[in-house]
């Protein structure tokens, strides 16, 4: 409900994902590691990425603000199939995330739900150093509250 969190949707979705087993934190050091507004090394890899939200209203009684939080999702991988198929996994999980208890240090946030505003975006070849890798996409909303 609130508009200010003390981390960023981003990363708070990032712990979500981990817990999910789709992807890993950087500091496990395994198998497509999930990122938090910068994309990492390995060819393999997640990232989540804080966008533009949209405010919802207010609520009359507390006067606060109702915000989903925007959200990016993009995968990258080795080949098209496994990125996709990496994708997929991911939009499985958004699909299924629905009042989960997240907790970062001392904060701890409910996640409402993630909305996702379409389907699976490819977004081509990334080409740096001659290495070939294939990029998607998909684009979300997330309904977060601080509970404490």
């Not at 606060?64 to 991911?90: C, E, M, P, S, W």
């Amino acid at each position: 409900m609130t508009a200010v969190l003390d981390y960023s949707p981003a990363v708070i979705v990032q712990r979500y994902l981990a817990s999910t087993s789709v992807g890993t934190l950087p500091s496990a050091s395994a198998a497509w590691p999930i990122g938090v507004n910068s994309q990492l090394k390995p060819d393999n890899t997640i990232t989540v990425y804080d966008t533009e939200g949209q405010i919802q209203g207010r609520i009359q009684v507390t006067k606060g603000v109702v915000t989903q939080h925007g959200l990016q999702f993009r995968i990258r991988g080795v080949d098209q199939n496994t990125a996709y198929a990496k994708a997929k996994a991911i939009l499985e999980e958004i699909d299924k995330a629905c009042d989960e208890t997240i907790v970062i240090e001392s904060s701890v946030f409910s996640l409402g739900g993630i909305h996702r505003k379409g389907s699976i975006v490819s977004m081509g070849r990334e080409t740096p150093d001659n290495v070939s890798r294939f990029l998607f996409s998909i684009n979300a909303l997330v309904t977060l509250e601080q509970l404490s």
